[in-house]
């Protein structure tokens, strides 16, 4: 590949073993170092545009990459965000992140992405480490209620802290969050329309704030509709497939009647509970109807298309990152937690209650 023209001009710049410098930017571009160091500044740009697009044409071309601790120290900001998720394996969390990820890009910031594979002690040293890379802000979507502790010590930094899906009551943190009461009452709704009488709930995580609303908002819906609702004592160690398999499965081997309708916490769940009901011989929605949580991508497509309770994660991502920017940029300014409001998407996986039931 030919060097280009700039390269000529700067001693060593094909060297693979020193990095570009502003001073190479400048002796190869023709412009005094103080023009190129302004023009290369966002913040300080006080350079014509056509001398700044040479500059930054120059620079590209020869690969010159600011220094970020420097400037971060010079500016007092990296325009960097951190943002910690529990699984992403979970295609739930993918329109979260993308929700903030385009939130920070159009206004000059960048999302700096760690996962807790919902691990406390990795959680810990995501947020630390976090801290010490001098991200801007950062935004936890993986808090468990066994973080409270964590999260009271670290408010106390200077590195601001949000909350995203997952919340902690009881914490003086901003937040932005799903209706997870109302989110449990639309299922119930649901299934009280479609007739069915006995019910049940694959739970998540104990110690998860969402789930035990989504969990509250179900029970006690049903409850005052007159449904019973099958308790069993089991809750999904994780919110995955494999778990949602596990209980659905726990569940159809209990002695009695079968619950004909169960509500699944999350979409990964509730795709491991139809195939445990198929597994069992039985037919999803003919015998037992499944409702998910999320309303994640492609829960659509599926051979039986999976009812869901949708949260808005684009959108409540979008407002984490807002949010995070707005404290970032007015330090003191007190910041209004937020709370959507989820919507039912009935598909295949319902249907109305087995006339054997009544």
């Not at 309303?295 to 984490?320: H, K, N, Q």
Request: charged share 20%; aromatic share 4%.
């Amino acid at each position: 590949m030919a060097r280009s023209e700039f390269e000529s001009n700067v001693p060593g710049a094909a060297s693979a073993t020193r990095p570009v410098t502003l001073k190479d930017v400048a002796r190869a571009a023709g412009i005094h170092y103080s023009t190129v160091s302004r023009a290369l500044n966002p913040t300080k740009r006080s350079v014509n545009t056509k001398t700044a697009e040479r500059v930054r044409a120059v620079a590209e071309s020869l690969g010159y990459r600011g220094h970020m601790v420097a400037r971060s120290l010079r500016l007092g900001t990296t325009k960097t965000i951190g943002v910690v998720v529990p699984d992403l394996g979970n295609p739930a969390w993918t329109p979260v992140v993308h929700g903030i990820a385009t939130a920070l890009e159009k206004r000059g910031y960048e999302a700096l992405i760690g996962e807790t594979q919902d691990n406390h002690s990795r959680y810990e040293r995501l947020l630390e480490r976090l801290a010490g890379g001098r991200v801007d802000a950062i935004i936890s979507a993986a808090t468990r209620l066994g973080d409270r502790g964590t999260l009271k010590e670290f408010a106390g930094k200077q590195v601001p802290l949000l909350l995203v899906v997952r919340t902690a009551p009881g914490l003086d943190l901003p937040t932005v969050s799903d209706d997870g009461l109302k989110g449990g009452a639309l299922a119930a709704e649901h299934l009280i329309q479609l007739g069915h009488k006995l019910v049940a709930q694959l739970c998540g995580q104990v110690d998860v704030q969402a789930f035990i609303d989504r969990e509250n908002g179900f029970r006690q819906t049903a409850n005052s509709a007159g449904l019973i609702v099958r308790d069993f004592g089991l809750r999904a160690d994780t919110a995955s497939y494999d778990e949602g398999l596990r209980l659905m499965g726990e569940l159809l081997r209990l002695p009695g009647p079968t619950p004909t309708g169960v509500f699944v916490h999350n979409d990964l769940m509730a795709i491991g509970a139809m195939d445990a009901v198929a597994a069992a011989g039985l037919h999803c929605p003919r015998d037992v109807s499944i409702i998910g949580y999320n309303d994640s991508p492609l829960v659509d497509r599926l051979m039986i298309s999976l009812t869901t309770v949708r949260f808005l994660a684009r959108e409540l991502g979008r407002l984490a990152g807002e949010m995070a920017m707005q404290v970032i940029e007015e330090r003191g300014v007190r910041v209004h937690s937020v709370s959507l409001s989820p919507v039912l998407v009935a598909r295949a996986s319902t249907g109305p209650a087995p006339a054997f039931q009544s």
